[in-house]
């Protein structure tokens, strides 16, 4: 069995978190070289990606009209990320043609981040060459369009996960260790919220060519960020949601074509009641986040993205009232927990574990954003499963 991974690396300057794969590329032992495909043909090379600049550093907390655009000195195009420098000898081959890289090169892997309402039929060329993939989030502009992706996944040999990359955090994995040891008892209640800069809506048509902020083309803070809350609260509970109510909006005063604000209630299948807000609320660009777990024999918080801490309290076992419990985590725990998640999938892709997310558990986060949606636009609850395939 090989050692080491033939990549293929998928993407466009539009591309979500596309350095930071390169980055992932160049740094990760499992990976032994890399082929680019870009209908651009520019990312093999020193190129700019779409994600916006300005001269000032503080340029977000200062005034703004709403719907004035993008303040004074914001350029369209990001710092220069010098991609051979990066990857070195681990570059080998570009293409502009995907299947042409697919069919030549023939990568073990391949990561993909495109414009999400682009990346379905790149998702399913990947996985009918065989390869594994590994994709940025959401998938796709339409539900429609992943439901064919999880199809193909569901009879490929190869693995498909989404970057949920908070799974790898280890207050995450310490937090759902707790809750499904059963410390809690029967879970009663889950609340969560994630909350981006506001100031991020103001240069809407420039940031990732627009994508971001267009419900049609796959954005939207739903489905974009809090994509891995409605996740976690999966993960960390073991629970599946049975149904979903929703208000989505526009509360910011930009003219978004996809939703800055939302509030979502959900109903499990262990009878577990929840609740989500978020959206891009924040007047800086300090994000704030937090969930809440409450049961029959106790409770557990966290900040899942900052990883701080984790606090509980349980009677399990005791039968009367026993200390608070904290633990404290490191600084390095997120960007350790990230980089801990793409080892868990090239490691699989190795045969050297399981991955560390399945289709099914991606599927179940777009069909839970697209039941909001859904409940929000109609004013009725949703039902949601996977029977839709």
Not at 46 to 52: E, N
Not at 86 to 109: C, N
Not at 177 to 202: C, D, M, N, P
Not at 244 to 251: E, L, P, R, W
């Amino acid at each position: 069995m090989n050692q080491t991974l033939r990549v293929g690396l998928i993407g466009e300057p539009a591309g979500w978190h596309l350095n930071g794969l390169i980055d992932v590329c160049a740094t990760h032992p499992e990976v032994a070289e890399v082929a680019i495909a870009d209908p651009t043909g520019q990312i093999h090379q020193k190129f700019r990606p779409l994600t916006g600049s300005s001269p000032d550093a503080n340029w977000h907390v200062g005034p703004h009209e709403p719907g004035s655009g993008p303040p004074p000195g914001w350029v369209p195009l990001g710092t220069e990320y010098d991609t051979p420098g990066v990857l070195g000898d681990k570059l080998v081959a570009h293409f502009t043609d995907h299947r042409q890289m697919l069919a030549e090169y023939k990568p073990d892997a391949v990561l993909v981040t495109t414009e999400p309402s682009r990346m379905p039929p790149l998702l399913i060329d990947a996985l009918e060459s065989g390869a594994h993939v590994f994709h940025e989030k959401p998938g796709c502009g339409r539900i429609e369009d992943y439901r064919e992706v999880i199809k193909v996944a569901r009879r490929s040999p190869g693995h498909l996960c989404i970057a949920f990359n908070m799974r790898g955090l280890a207050n995450v994995r310490e937090a759902r260790t707790i809750v499904q040891s059963g410390a809690l008892g029967k879970l009663f209640a889950v609340q969560s919220h994630y909350v981006a800069e506001h100031a991020r809506s103001w240069v809407w048509e420039e940031l990732a060519d627009g994508w971001m902020f267009d419900r049609d083309r796959g954005g939207g803070h739903l489905i974009f960020l809090g994509c891995h809350y409605i996740d976690l609260m999966r993960y960390i509970t073991g629970a599946n949601v049975t149904d979903v109510t929703a208000f989505t909006d526009i509360v910011g005063g930009e003219p978004l074509k996809a939703e800055d604000a939302y509030a979502v209630s959900l109903r499990f299948d262990n009878g577990m009641l929840g609740s989500f807000t978020g959206g891009f609320l924040a007047p800086t660009s300090e994000k704030q986040d937090g969930m809440h777990i409450w049961g029959s024999r106790g409770w557990l918080r966290l900040d899942p993205e900052k990883g701080t801490h984790i606090e509980w309290f349980t009677r399990e076992g005791t039968g009367v009232s026993v200390p608070q419990r904290r633990l404290e985590f490191g600084k390095a725990n997120v960007s350790g927990g990230f980089d801990q998640f793409k080892h868990e999938f090239f490691s699989a892709c190795l045969g050297l574990g399981e991955p560390p997310v399945t289709p099914d558990d991606a599927l179940w986060m777009h069909e839970i954003a697209w039941a909001a949606r859904r409940a929000s636009d109609s004013g009725r609850a949703q039902k949601v499963s996977l029977d839709t395939l």
